[in-house]
Each structure stands twice: as structure tokens, then as C-alpha cells.
């Protein structure tokens, strides 16, 4: 829920116009597309069309509403460790949201893909990987994607779609787009990095922070991604593979986030 504040005019300076792109780490490059096209798919067929040369290209699609983005991975591990790889991606984008958002505010994942903010259904993420690439073989790339709602204001009264929200709702600032962006790919970075050093460990247990079912649990992330949590000895297992393979986030109708 937000509140609206009543402030004292102030003396503005001179607008500065918001970039026409992210400023990115010199790993990534930057890919805008048009509103009509999806990230997820643009960046899959650069994967394909470029093989290993596309590795670190961020996809952008252009348009206010929706926050649709896709990275493309290069993995150096078969593909039921791999995979693992779309879950840094969601821990990155949990960051990203976090760092803009009220420290109030919890943001909570529905296992594995969708991202919850104050209990209502944000946005979610992808994983796109070759077809018919094997469980033990190393994938020529991964494509992440993420898409996050922006604004509900198209579809009129947003009490009419109750289970979701959007930034805008949520009192994230104007032009907020570009600068998730930017900090997600930031944290990304900065996850990979700690996996190389450290193990995935550490990783798992911050993600498993936004995970409501691991409350009160003994909790880790096995190997294949998959999510134990121990309770009076008795080991539940929340699957990764098949939780990716329909994104439960996704209407189909429209491609974008259900509202």
C-alpha cells in the first residue's frame, strides 16, 4: 500500500532527459527492441544466430509498461547444474526491486519463477536453453529473462485485477525502468562472481530468504536447483526443472505478466 505525501513547491532545475538505454558493466551489451517484440524470444535467436559471440548481450524491449528484458548466459556446466544459473538471475532481479523499493516491503518468491511484492503477483522470470540439449551436457547458452509490470494504467481501475500490482502502484519513481535494469545487472555480475569463489551456497540461502515455505526450515539448494527443505526429519523437495517449463507469471493471452 502507498500513501501520498504533500510537499512544498521547490525550484526545479533543468530536465534531464531519462538515456535512451542503460548504462550497463563493460561485460554486457545492450540490445533495444521494439514494443511488439518479447525479450525472452529476441534474445534466444541472437543466442542461436551468434553461438558463444552473444554471451553478455541484454535484450531491452522498448516500451513503458512492461519491464521485459533477457540476458544471454554462457554456461560451463551441464545443464542440470546450469540451470541453476535462472535462479542467480531471480535472486538478481529480487535485488534489483529491493534496492528501489520501501526496506519495508516484502518482495517473496512463488516457487521458482514468479516474484511477489506485498503478496501481489509482480512480474517473474525464463530460462530459455537449447532444444534437445541434454541433462549432462553443457548448453551453448542460457537465455534469463525477466519481466516486471510497470504500470497497470492501460487496463483502467486497478482494483480490478487484485492479485497483481505494478511499480507504480508500489511508489516506485517515475522513469524507474532503466535504473532496474542497470541494477540488476549489476547484481548479476556480482552473483556469478560469488558462485565462481565461493560455491552456490551462499547464493541459495539468500534466495531461500524470500521463500515463504522455508520458514522454520532446515533449507539449501541441492545441485539440479532444486529447493530441500528439512522439517522434523522429514525432507521436502520443491523441483526446479518442471516449475520452468510453463512460466506459472506468463498469460498466455497477452505474453506479458497475468493480471
Given at each position: 500500500m502507498t500513501q501520498s505525501f504533500v510537499h512544498e513547491p521547490v525550484v526545479q532545475g533543468p530536465v534531464i532527459p531519462e538515456p535512451a538505454a542503460p548504462v550497463l558493466p563493460p561485460a554486457f551489451r545492450c540490445v533495444l527492441a521494439p514494443a511488439a517484440d518479447d525479450a525472452f524470444s529476441r534474445a534466444r535467436a541472437l543466442a542461436?544466430?551468434?553461438?558463444?559471440?552473444?554471451?553478455?548481450?541484454?535484450?531491452?524491449?522498448?516500451?513503458?509498461?512492461?519491464?521485459?528484458?533477457?540476458?544471454?548466459l554462457a554456461p560451463d556446466e551441464p545443464l542440470a547444474s546450469a540451470r541453476r544459473a535462472f535462479l542467480v538471475g531471480i535472486l538478481a532481479?529480487?535485488?534489483?526491486?529491493?534496492?528501489?523499493?520501501?526496506?519495508?516491503?516484502?518482495?517473496?518468491?512463488?516457487?521458482?519463477?514468479?516474484l511477489m511484492f506485498d503478496g501481489a503477483r509482480l512480474g517473474g522470470g525464463r530460462l530459455g536453453q537449447p532444444e534437445g540439449c541434454a541433462e549432462d551436457a553443457v548448453p551453448d547458452?542460457?537465455?534469463?529473462?525477466?519481466?516486471?509490470v510497470v504500470?497497470?494504467?492501460?487496463i483502467g481501475d486497478p482494483g480490478l485485477t487484485p492479485d497483481s500490482t505494478a511499480l507504480d502502484e508500489e511508489g516506485f519513481a517515475p522513469g524507474i525502468r532503466l535504473a532496474l535494469v542497470e541494477s540488476f545487472s549489476r547484481n548479476l555480475m556480482k552473483a556469478f562472481a560469488v558462485w565462481e569463489e565461493d560455491g552456490f551456497a551462499g547464493i541459495g540461502a539468500r534466495l531461500l530468504a524470500h521463500l515463504p515455505q522455508a520458514g522454520?526450515?532446515?533449507?539449501?539448494?541441492?545441485?539440479?536447483?532444486?529447493?530441500?527443505?528439512?522439517?522434523?526429519g522429514t525432507v521436502g523437495r520443491l523441483a526446479l526443472a518442471p516449475g520452468l517449463s510453463e512460466p506459472a507469471w506468463r498469460d498466455p493471452a497477452t505474453g506479458t505478466v497475468r493480471l
Amino acid at each position: 500500500m502507498t500513501q501520498s505525501f504533500v510537499h512544498e513547491p521547490v525550484v526545479q532545475g533543468p530536465v534531464i532527459p531519462e538515456p535512451a538505454a542503460p548504462v550497463l558493466p563493460p561485460a554486457f551489451r545492450c540490445v533495444l527492441a521494439p514494443a511488439a517484440d518479447d525479450a525472452f524470444s529476441r534474445a534466444r535467436a541472437l543466442a542461436e544466430d551468434e553461438a558463444g559471440d552473444a554471451a553478455g548481450t541484454l535484450v531491452l524491449v522498448e516500451r513503458g509498461d512492461i519491464l521485459d528484458l533477457a540476458v544471454i548466459l554462457a554456461p560451463d556446466e551441464p545443464l542440470a547444474s546450469a540451470r541453476r544459473a535462472f535462479l542467480v538471475g531471480i535472486l538478481a532481479l529480487i535485488d534489483a526491486v529491493g534496492t528501489h523499493a520501501a526496506p519495508e516491503m516484502p518482495i517473496t518468491l512463488l516457487w521458482p519463477d514468479t516474484l511477489m511484492f506485498d503478496g501481489a503477483r509482480l512480474g517473474g522470470g525464463r530460462l530459455g536453453q537449447p532444444e534437445g540439449c541434454a541433462e549432462d551436457a553443457v548448453p551453448d547458452w542460457l537465455v534469463f529473462s525477466a519481466m516486471l509490470v510497470v504500470s497497470k494504467t492501460r487496463i483502467g481501475d486497478p482494483g480490478l485485477t487484485p492479485d497483481s500490482t505494478a511499480l507504480d502502484e508500489e511508489g516506485f519513481a517515475p522513469g524507474i525502468r532503466l535504473a532496474l535494469v542497470e541494477s540488476f545487472s549489476r547484481n548479476l555480475m556480482k552473483a556469478f562472481a560469488v558462485w565462481e569463489e565461493d560455491g552456490f551456497a551462499g547464493i541459495g540461502a539468500r534466495l531461500l530468504a524470500h521463500l515463504p515455505q522455508a520458514g522454520g526450515a532446515k533449507a539449501e539448494i541441492d545441485r539440479h536447483g532444486d529447493a530441500l527443505l528439512e522439517r522434523d526429519g522429514t525432507v521436502g523437495r520443491l523441483a526446479l526443472a518442471p516449475g520452468l517449463s510453463e512460466p506459472a507469471w506468463r498469460d498466455p493471452a497477452t505474453g506479458t505478466v497475468r493480471l
